[in-house]
């Protein structure tokens, strides 16, 4: 199936530091996703992006759809503890949702 | 509240025994889809059902089975389970196919000894 590369895989940063994470793929899509997974709890949508350059905030939190409309950002301004956890970006076309592998975000105080 | 529920939310058990972890979402939602997260390999889905009595394969079905008599259920049975479907399970639901948010529920952590 379509394959979504996630990167970082990890990143472990100080509190208050901005974190940037991205996903590319090799399909074209028309939304693009970013979720985030707290310790033991299941995701939750954070962004969800519908246009190509679209750029939107949730918070301290930024995300674009690529103009390409293979690739999504997410940014994450002056990090916090709460922050920490995994983040996955999803990306779909005419198939169920694609899953990236997740970015696990680690926040030392 | 509008959830998507789980249970259980930790199980043991043994190679053959047959078990079946319930999903069950209170949002009237068409779509549901089971899913299967391990490290470095992230969510990957494992069936999904579009409505009731409609149900197709993900990327890793094999040795997974689903049913959706109705359309708040959607339970996941492991036949013959083996120690390679050890994995945190999750249970998702949306409005429809093409609805773009996704409810997930709290997770199974299945071991198989």
């Known amino acids: 199936g379509q394959q979504l590369n996630q990167s970082p895989q990890s990143m472990f940063i100080q509190e208050g530091e901005d974190v940037s994470m991205n996903c590319t793929s090799s399909?074209?899509?028309?939304?693009w996703l970013w979720y985030k997974q707290d310790p033991g709890e299941g995701p939750v949508l954070l962004i969800a992006l519908y246009k190509a350059g679209e750029l939107t905030s949730n918070g301290r939190l930024t995300a674009q759809f690529g103009i390409t409309r293979k690739d999504s950002f997410l940014n994450i301004s002056a990090s916090i503890p709460s922050d920490v956890g995994i983040y996955f970006c999803a990306g779909q076309a005419d198939t169920p949702l694609v899953f990236g592998k997740g970015t696990r975000l680690s926040v030392i105080a | 509240e509008a959830q998507v529920t789980q249970n259980p939310r930790y199980l043991i058990t043994v190679t053959g025994k047959k078990l079946t972890v319930t999903c069950s979402q209170n949002?009237?939602?068409?779509?549901m889809s089971w899913y299967r997260q391990d490290p470095g390999l992230g969510l990957r889905q494992i069936y999904y059902?579009?409505?009731?009595?409609?149900?197709d394969k993900g990327d890793v079905p094999e040795g997974y089975k689903v049913s959706r008599k109705e359309k708040r259920n959607f339970p996941l049975i492991l036949e013959s389970p083996s120690p390679n479907q050890t994995s945190l399970y999750f249970c998702?639901?949306?409005?429809?196919?093409?609805?773009?948010?996704?409810?997930f529920g709290s997770g199974t952590q299945l071991s198989v000894l």
């Open positions: 399909s074209i899509f028309n939304t």
């Open positions: 059902s579009m409505n009731v009595e409609v149900t």
């Open positions: 998702a639901s949306s409005l429809g196919y093409r609805a773009k948010k996704l409810f």
């Open positions: 949002m009237n939602h068409e779509y």
